[in-house]
């Protein structure tokens, strides 16, 4: 594959990488106007509940199960299944089950290249 | 499901919608920051390339095959292979198998809410 091929093209299954000392995630793209991750998790691992003021997020599941928690809902997901973060909204997700979950996980803004629009005050 | 789950939570397959006329799109989400659709092309549809001046976008293979182009570079991905066109680079998909093919498909930020960076003049 060209090097242009390697930057632009992945396997979704092969960026999956575990760690029995917590949630991985791999990078797959990434710009100021969004990141575009695989997150794995072991069975008990989690990513706790946080939200970001500027940012949606997508939690798409592409193996095992994820429970995934959107404000006050909380939902369990299977591979095909996803679920939209509003920028805001508190979310989490879990892997309740037995075997290893992955997801493909997509965030616009990124929300490390500065502020994406004007700041929120309270 | 609650109102609120039937907004946030989606099951991929079952926003598959085919047409013998074109490619369909079934919206999923929307904001001003992305928008994530279902694409799905029957044997023999594309979508065109083009390219979105601010805009990056990423093609995520859900059944079926997908020859994707992103920029000089034509590749064909299956279910969990996914393609990234950057803003400004031009993009197009087809399906050249035999089956039905749907992709996940992420924008960000959504081309149709003004501006999102400074236009790009020829």
Same mark, same amino acid.
């Given at each position: 594959?060209?090097?242009?091929?390697? =930057?632009?093209? %992945?396997?979704?299954? =092969?960026?999956?990488? /575990? !760690?029995?000392?917590?949630?991985?995630?791999?990078?797959?793209?990434? !710009?100021? =106007?969004?990141?575009?991750?695989?997150? +794995?998790?072991?069975?008990?691992?989690?990513?706790?509940? %946080? #939200?970001?003021?500027?940012?949606?997020?997508?939690?798409?599941?592409? #193996?095992?199960? *994820?429970?995934?928690?959107?404000?006050?809902? /909380?939902? *369990?997901?299977?591979?095909?299944?996803? *679920?939209?973060? &509003? +920028?805001?909204?508190? %979310?989490?997700?879990?892997?309740?089950?037995?075997?290893?979950? !992955?997801?493909?996980?997509?965030?616009?803004? %990124?929300?490390?290249?500065?502020?994406?629009? &004007?700041?929120?005050? *309270?």
């Amino acid at each position: 594959m060209a090097d242009d091929a390697t =930057r632009v093209f %992945h396997d979704t299954a =092969r960026a999956v990488r /575990t !760690s029995p000392e917590k949630m991985q995630k791999v990078n797959l793209f990434e !710009s100021p =106007r969004m990141f575009c991750d695989v997150y +794995a998790l072991l069975p008990g691992q989690a990513q706790k509940a %946080h #939200a970001h003021a500027g940012s949606d997020k997508i939690y798409h599941v592409l #193996a095992g199960t *994820a429970t995934v928690r959107i404000g006050e809902v /909380t939902h *369990a997901l299977g591979p095909g299944e996803l *679920a939209v973060a &509003p +920028a805001g909204v508190e %979310h989490g997700v879990s892997n309740e089950g037995e075997l290893p979950t !992955s997801l493909l996980v997509v965030m616009a803004p %990124h929300p490390s290249f500065g502020p994406p629009s &004007p700041p929120e005050k *309270a």
